[in-house]
C-alpha cells in the first residue's frame, strides 16, 4: 500500500509541477505582447482636461497641472480664447508643441453643443 501512495504521489507531484510550468509559459506569452510605455510625450496630452495652476489670458502664459499615464505633468499654457483663466478653472488641452500646451475653456465646449 505504501507503493501505491508513493506513486499516486509522485504522479500528483508531476501534474502540479506541469500545470504550473505551463501557467508560467502563459504568463510570459501575455507579457511579450504587452507594451509597457511610461514616458509621457506631447501627443498623450491632447484631449486631456487640466487645472490652472498660474492664471493667464490671450496675452499672456500661464502654467496647467494634468495626470496622464500616472504622472502629475505641470506644462506652460496658452490660449486663442478671449478669456481669463483663474487659478482652478479646468481647461482642455486641444494641441501640445514646443513644450507648451495650447488650452480652450470647459465652458467653451459646453457653449458648442
Known amino acids: 500500500m505504501s507503493n501505491q501512495t508513493l506513486i499516486i504521489a509522485l504522479i500528483i507531484v508531476g501534474i502540479g509541477i506541469f500545470l504550473g510550468a505551463v501557467i508560467v509559459l502563459l504568463i510570459a506569452l501575455q507579457r511579450r505582447q504587452k507594451v509597457v510605455d511610461s514616458l509621457v510625450s506631447l501627443n498623450n ?28 505633468v505641470d506644462l506652460l499654457a496658452v490660449t486663442e480664447e478671449n478669456k481669463t483663466f483663474n487659478k482652478g478653472d479646468r481647461v482642455l488641452v486641444v494641441e501640445a508643441r514646443n513644450n507648451k500646451v495650447w488650452v480652450v475653456s470647459e465652458d467653451s465646449l459646453n457653449r458648442s453643443q
Open 45 to 72: 496630452l491632447v484631449g486631456i482636461f487640466a487645472i490652472v495652476e498660474i492664471p493667464f489670458d490671450q496675452t499672456s502664459r500661464g502654467k496647467v497641472r494634468l495626470t496622464t499615464k500616472g504622472t502629475m
